[in-house]
C-alpha cells in the first residue's frame, strides 16, 4: 500500500530541468519555484517576461533628463558669477581670487563627477559559466535566478533594469536625472556628485546673501516707539510688520543683478534641502550595509553586511589608518579584547 502511494506521488511529480546545471528534477504542480539541490540555482516557474515596449521612450526621457540637469548646472555657474563676484571683487581683489578659486573647484568637481556618474556603466555582474551538469559544479548558482530579458544568470545582488535593458551589479536605483542606474561601478561617484552638489549650494546661498546685502537699497525704517519702557506683543508685532514692509519696499528698488542674487538664494535653499535628504538616505544605506532596492527586499532574506561604520570605509576606499578616527573601530576593539 505504501508503495503505491509513492508511485502515485511520483506520477503526479512533473519532471522538468535545472536552467543552471540542466539536471533533472521532479517538482510539484501546486509550486511556484523550486531550487535545485545540486548547483543552488533558483527557478521560477511562473515567470513572464513583460514586453519592454517603452523602452525606446525611456531612454528620450533619460537623455532629455540629462540635457536639463547639464544645462542647468551651467546656467546656475555662469549666473552666480555674473551676479556675485563682480560684488566680490569690489570689496577686495585678493577676497575676489580666493571666492574664484573655490567656485572653479566646486564646479569642476561637481561637472566631472556628475558626467562619470551618467556616463559611466553602472556595473555588469560578472560572467559565470552555467547550463550543463559537468561545468556546474556544487553550488556554483547559490540563490541565483534566471533573468528572461537578458538569457542569463542573475545573482542575488543583481538586479535587472528595463530603462538601462541589462541586469546591473549591486544596483540601488534608476536615477533619471543622470540617465543612469546607481550601481557598483558609478555608486562612489554618484554619492561624490551629491557631496559635491550640497556643498556647492551651501556655498552659493552664503555668496548670495552677502552679495546680496551689499547692494541692497537702504530700508526706510521709522524709530520704534515705546510706551514708558514697556514692551507688550502689540508692540513686537507692529516693528515686525513695519520692518517687512519696509523690506519689500526696497526690493522695488533692486537692480537685475539684486533679483537675480534673490533668485539663486532661494534656488539655492530649495535644490540644497533636496539633495541633503537625498545624501542623507543614501549614506544611511551606505552605512547598514544595503542599497535601495535591498532594502525594499529584505523581507526575501536577503544577506546584509553589519551595520558598523567600516562600511563607509569600504565603500569610499579609505585607508585603513582612516578607520581609527572612527567610533566603531574602539568599540569593535573593546569585543575583541574581552
Known sequence: ???????????????????????????????????????????????????????????????CFVSIVLLFMLFFICLGIWAVYPVVFSISYLCGVFHLSIEVILSITTLSSFYLAAFRPAGAPPTILWGSYPTVGKGGLENYTFCYYCSKPKSPRTHHCRSCGMC?????????????????????????FLISTVISTVYLA?????????????????????????????LIFRVLKENILAFLSSAMFLPARGLVLVYLFISSVSLGIGLIVLLWQQLFYIYIGKTYLSHLREGDNVETEKQDCQNLVRFFGWPYSAAIYLPSYWKSRKIHEK
Open 206 to 234: 552664503i555668496t548670495t546673501s552677502y552679495a546680496a546685502l551689499c547692494i541692497w537699497p537702504p530700508l526706510d525704517q521709522r524709530p520704534a516707539r515705546m510706551w514708558n519702557g514697556f514692551v507688550n506683543s502689540e
Open 168 to 192: 546591473i551589479l549591486d544596483m540601488d536605483h534608476h536615477c533619471p536625472f543622470i540617465g543612469n542606474c546607481v550601481g557598483a561601478a558609478n555608486h562612489r561617484c554618484f554619492i561624490i
Open 1 to 63: 500500500m505504501q508503495e503505491d502511494d509513492q508511485s502515485t506521488s511520483v506520477d503526479v511529480a512533473l519532471e522538468t530541468n535545472c536552467w543552471g546545471c540542466g539536471l533533472c528534477v521532479l517538482v510539484s504542480p501546486t509550486a511556484s519555484g523550486f531550487k535545485c539541490g545540486w548547483c543552488g540555482a533558483i527557478t521560477k516557474q511562473n515567470a513572464v517576461k513583460i514586453d519592454n515596449k517603452h523602452f525606446r521612450w525611456r531612454v528620450l526621457r533619460d537623455r
